[in-house]
C-alpha cells in the first residue's frame, strides 16, 4: 500500500522559509511535485521533479522555491524561502509516472496517481 508522510507545514511571517517533506513508502514514483490550495481558489502545481533530477516550477515561485528529492529515502522536499502572504496555502504532495513530470502534464493534477493528506503553510504579512 502506498503512503505518504507531509511534515513541515506551519506559521511563519512574510520573508520567512520553510522546509516541507513527504516521505513516501510502498513505491517509488518516477514524478513527485507539490500542489498547492488556497481557500477559495483551485489547486495549482508549485513544483515538480523526475527521479533524474529535472524540476520544473510555477512562475510564481521560481528563484524563492527548491524542490528536490533523497531516492535512497524515497523522500520529497520543498524548500521555500522568501514567502510571501499569498503562499498561503493547503500544501500537498503527489507522485505519478513520467507523463507527470511533461511539461504539458505536470500542472494538470490529473496527471498524478497518488495525493498526501497536506500540510498547512501560513504566511502572515
Known amino acids: 500500500q502506498v503512503q505518504f508522510v507531509e511534515s513541515g507545514g506551519g506559521s511563519v511571517q512574510s520573508g520567512g522559509s520553510l522546509r516541507l517533506s513527504c516521505a513516501a513508502s510502498?513505491?517509488?514514483?518516477?514524478?513527485m511535485g507539490w500542489f498547492r490550495q488556497a481557500p477559495g481558489k483551485e489547486r495549482e502545481g508549485v513544483a515538480a521533479?523526475?527521479?533524474?533530477?529535472?524540476?520544473l516550477y510555477a512562475d510564481s515561485v521560481k528563484g524563492r522555491f527548491t524542490i528536490y528529492r533523497d531516492n535512497a529515502k524515497n523522500t520529497l522536499y520543498l524548500q521555500m524561502n522568501s514567502l510571501k502572504a499569498e503562499d498561503t496555502a493547503m500544501y500537498y504532495c503527489?507522485?505519478?509516472?513520467?507523463?507527470?513530470?511533461?511539461?504539458?502534464?505536470?500542472?494538470?493534477?490529473?496527471?498524478?496517481?497518488?495525493w498526501g493528506q497536506g500540510t498547512q503553510v501560513t504566511v502572515s504579512s
Open positions: 521533479i523526475g527521479r533524474d533530477g529535472s524540476t
Open positions: 503527489a507522485a505519478g509516472s513520467p507523463v507527470a513530470c511533461s511539461d504539458f502534464g505536470w500542472q494538470n493534477q490529473d496527471t498524478f496517481d497518488v
Open positions: 510502498g513505491y517509488s514514483f518516477y514524478c
